[in-house]
């Protein structure tokens, strides 16, 4: 081996944290390998046979080993073939030293996954440059799957938040879908309670129609004593079951809760509106009829037909324009 000017010989890599493996069976070459990778600042360890620098390769991991084909107990392609085995070891770049006479074993050695060789005898340039290489694409290789596990990294981080946000969206949704069924079951709850005092008023209507007629019948004509005692007292007890002015108080008390803001928003909207008014409306959005309108406000059906067509004016409607259809767009509308 030819003694070059090591110190000015440019290698392109950092020796300092680069430990290399000798593994040769001939102790003056091993010696002088070891001395010139040294005297560049390299971590040497050395070994001269085959199965020792296996172990050694294994216990210690280093960055890279040089190793001779033909050696006792265990030749160069036998380690290389362990050392491919392992996951630990099979990415050290692994240079064969190996004589001219060797071209067999140093095609089996590369097709094996050796990465170089070097044929004896070899010059120091020769055997930096073939270190540097194999170092220099290690670390190319070692940065390249770093930036492919960063890439990879962020890409998942990125996925996970996608993720995480899609779970938020998706509980939002839930908590969403669960709130807007909790108003619906209310309104639900809400409307069948004030139809159950419309039926109220819907019974007390048929009870007014009937006792119209038993008074009719009790003035026109003459009944037998026991059917004049009947009709007298279903008269009375139609009385009893005739609660008009209760009605009204539990409709607007019902409404009211359905509606909280109907009654604001018309009087917004029309100021110049009173409180009979807003009652008076407050009906006819929930679709009653004339005689259930007269039965809650206590007054005739014809004083129900003024009040509409007052009402009406009042809001600024024309002849053709359908009150009912104005108030329910209100009634719907409202936040």
């Not at 020792?52 to 040089?66: C, F, K, S, T, V």
């Not at 048929?206 to 009947?230: F, S």
């Amino acid at each position: 081996m030819s003694k070059e000017n090591l110190k000015n010989m440019d290698t392109g890599v950092n020796p300092s944290m680069i430990r290399i493996l000798i593994i040769e069976d001939e102790l003056i070459l091993k010696e002088e390998i070891a001395t010139i990778l040294k005297f560049e600042g390299f971590d040497v360890l050395q070994t001269d046979n085959g199965k020792d620098g296996l172990e050694i390769a294994q216990n210690q991991l280093p960055d890279l080993i040089l190793c001779d084909i033909m050696m006792p107990e265990m030749s160069g392609t036998d380690v290389l073939k362990n050392l491919m085995a392992s996951e630990e070891t099979k990415h050290i770049p692994f240079i064969f030293i190996t004589a001219l006479s060797e071209r067999t074993d140093i095609r089996t050695g590369m097709e094996l996954g050796a990465d170089d060789y070097l044929v004896k005898p070899f010059s120091v340039s020769e055997l930096l440059g073939s270190i540097k290489t194999r170092i220099e694409k290690a670390e190319t290789q070692k940065k390249n799957i770093l930036a492919s596990v960063s890439l990879t990294k962020k890409d998942m981080s990125k996925r996970m938040s996608q993720l995480k946000a899609q779970i938020v969206e998706q509980n939002n949704n839930m908590d969403l879908l669960r709130l807007e069924k909790q108003v619906q079951n209310k309104n639900q709850n809400e409307q069948q309670s004030l139809a159950g005092s419309l039926i109220n008023i819907e019974t007390s209507n048929r009870l007014e129609n009937l006792e119209k007629i038993v008074n009719r019948e009790l003035q026109n004509k003459q009944p037998l004593i026991n059917q004049e005692q009947v009709f007298v007292n279903l008269h009375n007890e139609m009385r009893k079951q005739s609660p008009i002015a209760k009605q009204w108080s539990v409709f607007q008390l019902k409404f009211s809760q359905l509606y909280p803001q109907f009654q604001e928003n018309l009087i917004c909207t029309f100021p110049n509106l009173k409180q009979p008014d807003l009652a008076f409306a407050s009906a006819i959005a929930m679709n009653l009829s004339t005689l259930q309108i007269a039965s809650l406000l206590n007054i005739t059906a014809a004083s129900v037909r003024k009040n509409k067509y007052r009402l009406k004016k009042k809001i600024g409607l024309q002849k053709d324009d359908k009150m009912e259809v104005f108030l329910h767009s209100l009634k719907s509308n409202q936040v």
